[in-house]
């Protein structure tokens, strides 16, 4: 399914992979995670776009070929690809293995130029080729549409919550409760943090709850901040639009960070008090997704945690009105494309 303009709608269409590599998995795609990244990049929030273009990064499925020196997945290997398929494998970051940091720029799994001059396509298809190396495997107890959005949501939120050391005795805050928040929640949880859910819907209360959050703050004009004392040693921002971003400052304690995992437009830059920072040398930082090592990681302290996103599953035929419903705040939690819907005949 792929966007022919910012407007849509996606239209199926038929399009090559390229040929098995030496070092190549080809991918049956059984499912694959709708982000709100697919839909900044389709409606070119975040920069120009060369249509058709296909998205999607959670991608989960099973191994159907393997290249001729590929050694690490077999027939039938159940896997998933995130947010990248390539780096240079050579650089500071990369050999750190922070490929999504490398420093002559990743290989995005869709959006991006491929070294065959192409551009990447996504994950709304049917099959997918890649190099082993950007191939995670899923544990025998994930079921492959809960994988997909381990892949982009999960990733995202799990790396800075390891990176700013979210574990016992730390009282963190997430903010927004979407395809992201929710697994920041459960995930934080696991680690043996208290976690308050801070969210513009009141009717996500309850679901703050059960997944693990101990108290949570619904965000509207009536909201009493000066009521909360400095609480958190950490908030995790995952909302994916320029928003008024000082009332939260003043939540952190001394020396915290605020960090954004959710991207607003590039025309839409997030301004903030630097009055509210220098009250208690507070920071706010960025965060994008996680190592390939790191996914790996993530998804398998998501089994050893029994740790599972709430999804929904829709035909390939849904997405557009899926891509609605996010806009609109009313995904629960994540939509998760099942790809025997959209499958054609011919190549299956
Ligand atoms: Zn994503
Ligand atoms: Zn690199």
């Known amino acids: 399914m792929a966007a022919y303009s910012a407007a849509g709608p996606l239209k199926r269409t038929a399009f090559q992979r390229r040929a098995l590599g030496p070092k190549d998995v080809a991918i049956k795609l059984h499912y694959c995670g709708v982000c709100h990244s697919d839909i900044h990049t389709i409606h070119g929030d975040w920069g120009p776009v060369q249509y058709p273009q296909i998205v999607g990064h959670e991608l989960a499925g099973e191994v159907v070929a393997v290249g001729a020196s590929a050694g690490r997945f077999r027939l ?24 999504q940091f490398c420093e002559n720029g990743n290989t995005q799994t869709y959006g991006s ?20 190396d950007f191939v ?72 703050a709850r059960r997944f693990g959050a101990t108290d949570v703050i619904v965000n509207s004009a009536s909201t009493d901040w000066a009521k909360h004392k ?51 040398r507070n920071a706010i930082a960025g965060s994008n997704t996680g190592g390939i090592r790191e996914t790996q990681e993530m998804i398998d302290f998501c089994a050893l945690h029994k740790i599972k996103p709430v999804i929904t599953r829709i035909p390939m035929s849904g997405i557009d009105e899926a891509w609605s419903k996010i806009v609109a705040k009313k995904a629960r939690y994540r939509y998760v494309v099942d790809m025997s819907t959209s499958r054609n005949t011919a190549l299956t």
Request: hydrophobic share 40%; net charge neutral; with cysteine.
């Open 76 to 99: 039938g290997s159940r896997v998933g690809v995130g947010c990248m398929v390539n780096s240079c494998r050579h650089c500071a970051e990369c050999d750190a293995g922070f490929e």
């Open 113 to 132: 130029r491929d070294r065959d001059g192409s551009i990447t396509q996504g994950g709304y298809s049917t099959f997918v080729v890649v190099d082993e």
């Open 136 to 207: 995670i495997a899923v544990p025998a107890s994930i079921d492959l549409a809960e994988a997909g959005p381990m892949m982009c949501a999960g990733i995202t939120v799990y790396s800075p919550l390891r990176r700013w050391n979210v574990g016992p005795g730390k009282r963190i805050a997430v903010s927004g409760l979407g395809g992201l928040g929710h697994m920041a929640v459960k995930i934080a949880r696991a680690m043996g943090a208290e976690v308050t859910v801070i969210t513009t819907s009141p009717d996500k209360v309850q679901d």
């Open 230 to 280: 400095r609480p958190f040693d950490f908030i995790l921002d995952t909302i994916p639009y320029r928003y008024d971003i000082d009332p939260f400052i003043p939540l952190l304690k001394r020396d915290a960070t605020l960090c954004r995992v959710g991207v607003g437009k590039l025309s839409e830059p997030n301004a903030f008090s630097q009055m509210g920072l220098v009250g208690a």
